[in-house]
């Protein structure tokens, strides 16, 4: 009959014993040892009885079956075993360390982000008025298209090329809302990798520590060239001009548009010149990263007139942009790629083959920053006063360099010349400390920094050039 349970199959009580045993177990080996799972597996075989099943890690067990029960054990054996810890980023976890150390001295140094006199974070009060208008507005949060901010797309073209730029009045730009300097460049890579296959990427020695990662994810080739001169703490022009002579034609040449980043150390104009004709000559195509354009001399226009020279030849490139720095928008991530194409037809073309290798990477860009930029850069009255805040923060940067020089000159007896730097523009000084060096500064002095020498001038205050000096000349001369 229906509702006779004695007609039902029984669970032979070994098996439901097994079952709760099993059931106990896992829980008690969610952080066990693979060892510990071992010997569990080991421990169910010998138990498990006929009619019952099994995985064993990769393996399911089955015994004869008399048709009567079965019972599937999981076994908890992590498939990620192989997968070993990752190294700390050798720039964000600077921060980690700095956050860590409990000393009243210490200063944080590694990141390049401004910082007030006092230390502390700064939200540009351009920003705060633009947000505030983005209120008013009852503005929504519905997606962007893939290509972004249409009214940002057009003002960050039009502030890297200048709005009245033939280049512009031609609509020969593709350009695409990026995430920040970052996901630009890496669209950018992205390009390279599907439409250039087994075009090179020549990258300075030293770069920013993030290019290489950017490259190597994308699968695209890289060398470098070079570019710093540790003798002279400076431009290493001659060297740089032979390499990129000598790299296969057709290959793109990875420039800092200003404020080089570590080194601080720009080409002078003349040498900008030269940097094109070469790359002209070799029909290399340009790939200029611009992260702190306005933030480095103080001058919007000054600080893309590296890009703007090579745009006025006529050649194509590509053009990677970030407002992290200029206008303190580290955490929205806004940015963009700008492909400078000889023709409106091929920039149309470009630019939708940028949103689909966008698509399947993050779908669409985030929003608030976009609009903030629009605002900021579209209204008369917010670019005015954004240009006289970038001043001033260029200008504070600009006063603790000179600081920091004075400093390490009257401490310093033995007469060294410290005026290298004085000649490196933007945020970053290229201090020439080793690794060893750089790790006395953090390890005794608690002076947090990245191991290849750069220091922020943005995470210095005027009252700690002193101390500053002292810890850079004890680990100058007294490190080996």
Known sequence: MDGDLSCKPKVPKSLLSLFFHCSSTMFSLASATPS???SLQDNLKSKLKLGSSAFFGKDFVKAKSSGRTTMTVAVNVSRFEGITMAPPDPILGVSEAFKADTNELKLNLGVGAYRTEDLQPYVLNVVKKAENLMLERGENKEYLPIEGLAAFNKVTAELLFGADNPVIQQQRVATIQGLSGTGSLRIAAALIERYFPGSKVLISSPTWGN??????????PWFEYRYYDPKTVGLDFSGMIEDIKAAPEG??????????????IDPTPEQWEKIADVIQEKNH?????????????????EDASSVRLFAARGMELLV?????KNLGLYGERIGAINVLCSSADAATRVKSQLKRLARPMYSNPPIHGARIVANVVGIPELFSEWKEEMEMMAGRIKSVRQKLYDSLSRKDKSGKDWSFILKQIGMFSFTGLNKVKSENMSNKWHVYMTKDGRISLAGLSAAKCEYLADAII???YNVS
């Open 36 to 38: 510990a799972s071992f």
């Open 211 to 220: 290019h290489k990662n950017i490259f190597n994810d994308a699968s695209v």
């Open 251 to 264: 290959s793109f040449i990875l420039l800092h548009g200003c404020a080089h980043n570590p080194t601080g």
């Open 285 to 301: 195509i340009p790939f200029f990263d611009v992260a702190y354009q306005g933030f480095a001399s103080g001058s919007l226009d």
């Open 320 to 324: 990677a942009q970030s407002y992290s």
């Open 474 to 476: 004890d680990s100058y």
